[in-house]
């Protein structure tokens, strides 16, 4: 019962909503159609349609789409005045809903169907050299086509997708209208070139994001489905207790190790959040810290799930995809920040604990050696995937030999072994989180062949670079300026839509403008993922921070803003690698010599933002205002990865330092104490 709980908590803060609890023939449809579903992913890693990929990707939708209207209610809100006369939402999909599922098998199913429809219709083949010429059928269906994917968007995720999504659609068919003066102005498209570019073309519904879907993360949603049942969601929080129980700072230490670790399982932030916060929140207050300042703990944690490999969120399959790069390469590009991420969060765990007078606590777990001889192999799979990936195997291999390896690996735990009805649990619990997400790729088809009809990614870069521009005409200046606008941008972009369509409308409109001022693909692509999944924790939506708010039961607004303290490096390490040549080094890119200085500079840099952020240098005492103003000032220069930036922000750096001990023995030499808090602990 507690960890259904925990999982409802968890689905009312995820990108998505949550969905129904399906029984009867309802559910007994999805289970079965979610089975179909999963094999078919499955048996498309080895034995690939003949077909080819997009006719999948036809298969796969059809099977999907209609899932989202049995799983997800439409939970259409009524005026305020017929509320009270509203009936229960029932558990059970409408006859809407039903029709919605025909009409979706119909839509998606119609160009592989080997029938005649008036002039449209008589198969794949057909429908394909049909491209650019579409007959009325096509037209009618791929408008329905189009209708239902905004409304699964909108069950999904709420209004705003859809309304981005129609806003797109709206300036592809009016755009023409516009004066060809504004840089924004094109051509014009009629309806049925848009219809066209949706449904019959490598751009639209089965584009990129779609294939990513179909072929990535359904495979990585039901492998963290099946880690997950095989008990190692557990063992990772008792590993995190185990290996801090000695500790002064445990209970906070134990709390951001269990993020790292979960993050492996789940991939989601909120999700992440709400599972660390369940078990480490009772030893949080035990220990001490307040509501406020816990949940941003928790929820900057929680998010580093989707930074963290070896499972990164889902636009990280897209960016490998976009770039045409192995997804090994990918997690490479993740690895140094994600070490520098959770390396600010520590050091502010430390600082807190000295600064608020954290009490240790004792933590009732066994040995970290004995849980590791008894349940270390649930790392195996994890470090498998890496091996497979590091030897050349493919991605969706690589994934698919885990998930067997898991499942053989369960039967050393009677309690977690994966039977068949267990196997299917996780296969249709993993299925149906990837239901979602499928929409919103989909959707997300709309954004880009939009963008690539009309032209509007390279129009956006040059009106973006054109403002950069007007301020200085410095070159350097000017891609500081672009890539501090960008991201403004994609974190107000990210704080309406989902982290994958952040990310894809992000790469289409801001990533041209940074590769037009000579930044490297890797980094512009990982500065918007980075931004794109930033949202979890920006105000005013911060979906992770306001989980954890429910589950520590703090103030909404003091969380949020513990949480962006919490997880400031990872708002200022993207921007240290796209401004300088050097930067590429913290994406594990240039050789030893660059990746070494890069990586041990920044982390200076984040060292001292702990510092300048919480107050406290740790083992000397407080820091006052003009060695915090001092410590933030070097913490930012020091991102600027050049040696004379560099050597400027070490000598503000050491001058802060030298300004907490001065004051340290002028408190001494006052005969108060010099560090309180730090002689209890």
């Not at 008589?122 to 189009?146: H, I, K, M, S």
């Not at 994934?399 to 009805?421: C, E, G, M, Q, Y």
């Not at 709309?446 to 005409?473: C, D, E, F, R, W």
């Not at 990872?570 to 590429?584: C, M, N």
Request: glycine share 10%.
């Amino acid at each position: 019962m507690a960890e259904r709980a925990t999982r409802d908590l968890a689905a009312q803060f995820e990108d998505e909503k949550p969905g129904r609890v399906l029984s009867g023939p309802a559910g007994l449809l999805l289970t079965a159609a979610a089975l179909a579903v999963g094999a078919l992913a499955l048996w498309q890693v080895f034995r690939p349609l003949s077909q080819g990929s997009k006719y999948y990707l036809i298969i796969f939708l059809a099977g999907v789409l209609p899932l989202v209207f049995l799983a997800y209610p439409a939970d259409l809100r009524l005026p305020t005045r017929l509320r009270a006369r509203r009936r229960p939402a029932s558990a059970r999909p409408t006859v809407t809903d039903w029709v919605l599922v025909v009409l979706a098998v119909a839509a998606c199913l119609y160009p592989v169907l080997p029938i005649r429809i008036g002039s449209g219709g008589g198969g794949y083949n057909a429908f394909l050299d049909r491209q650019g010429l579409l007959a009325p059928t096509d037209l009618v269906l791929g408008t329905v086509l189009l209708l239902l994917l905004l409304e699964a968007c909108r069950r999904t995720t709420g209004w705003i997708l859809p309304a981005v999504c129609l806003l797109f659609l709206g300036y592809g068919y009016y755009g023409g209208l516009l004066p060809q003066s504004w840089p924004v102005a094109h051509a014009g498209l009629d309806f049925s070139q848009l219809v066209d570019a949706f449904y019959n073309s490598d751009s639209g519904f089965y584009g990129t994001p779609l294939d990513v879907a179909a072929s990535y993360i359904v495979l990585f949603t039901i492998y963290g489905a099946v880690l997950e049942l095989s008990g190692a969601g557990r063992f990772f929080v008792e590993l995190s207790a185990a290996a801090f129980r000695r500790s002064r700072t445990a209970a906070g230490r134990t709390a951001v190790a269990s993020g790292f670790l979960l993050g492996t399982v789940s991939g989601s932030g909120a999700a992440t959040t709400v599972s660390i916060g369940a078990v480490t929140w009772p030893l949080l207050r035990r220990a001490g810290y307040p509501p406020e300042r816990a949940g941003g703990m928790l929820a900057a944690a929680g998010v580093g799930a989707i930074l963290s490999p070896p499972t990164l969120g889902a636009a990280a399959f897209i960016i490998a995809e976009y770039l045409g790069v192995s997804y090994l390469q990918v997690l490479g590009w993740a690895t140094v920040p994600t070490v520098l991420y959770y390396l600010g969060i520590l050091l502010a765990v430390e600082i807190d604990a000295r600064r608020s007078g954290v009490r240790p606590v004792v933590i009732d777990v066994g040995s970290p050696w004995r849980l590791l001889a008894r349940f270390g192999y649930h790392f195996a799979s994890l470090i498998a995937i890496i091996v497979f990936l590091a030897v050349g195997v493919s991605a969706t291999r690589a994934v698919v030999f885990a998930i067997l390896l898991t499942v053989a690996l369960s039967f050393l735990d009677r309690t977690h072994r994966l039977t068949p009805a267990r196997l299917v649990t996780a296969l249709v619990t993993g299925v149906r989180g990837v239901l979602a997400v499928t929409a919103v790729c989909a959707a997300a088809g709309i954004i880009t062949a939009t963008t690539t009809k009309t032209g509007l990614g390279p129009q956006a870069a040059a009106l973006l670079i054109g403002g950069a521009q007007a301020a200085t005409s410095d070159p350097t200046l000017v891609l500081v300026l672009t890539a501090l606008l960008a991201a403004v941008a994609l974190t107000l972009l990210g704080l309406a839509v989902p982290v994958t369509a952040s990310f894809v409308i992000g790469w289409v409109i801001v990533g041209p403008a940074l590769l037009d001022l000579g930044v490297t693909a890797p980094a512009a692509a990982m500065f918007v993922f980075y931004f794109a999944v930033l949202s979890e924790v920006s105000p005013p939506t911060a979906l992770a921070a306001v989980a954890a708010a429910a589950v520590t039961g703090g103030r909404l607004v003091p969380t949020m803003w513990q949480t962006l303290r919490y997880a400031l490096p990872a708002y200022l390490i993207p921007i240290a690698f796209v401004i300088t040549p050097a930067g590429l080094g913290l994406l594990g890119i240039g050789g030893i010599q660059r990746i070494a200085f890069a990586a041990v500079v920044t982390a200076l840099s984040v060292a001292v933002l702990a510092v300048a952020a919480g107050g406290w240098l740790p083992g000397v005492g407080p820091a006052g205002a003009p060695e915090r103003v001092l410590g933030a000032l070097a913490g930012v220069t020091l991102l600027w990865l050049e040696p004379v930036p560099v050597t400027v922000g070490a000598a503000l750096a050491a001058v802060a330092a030298a300004g907490v001990f001065i004051r340290r023995a002028g408190r001494s030499s006052s005969g108060s104490p010099a560090n309180p808090v730090e002689e209890q602990l």
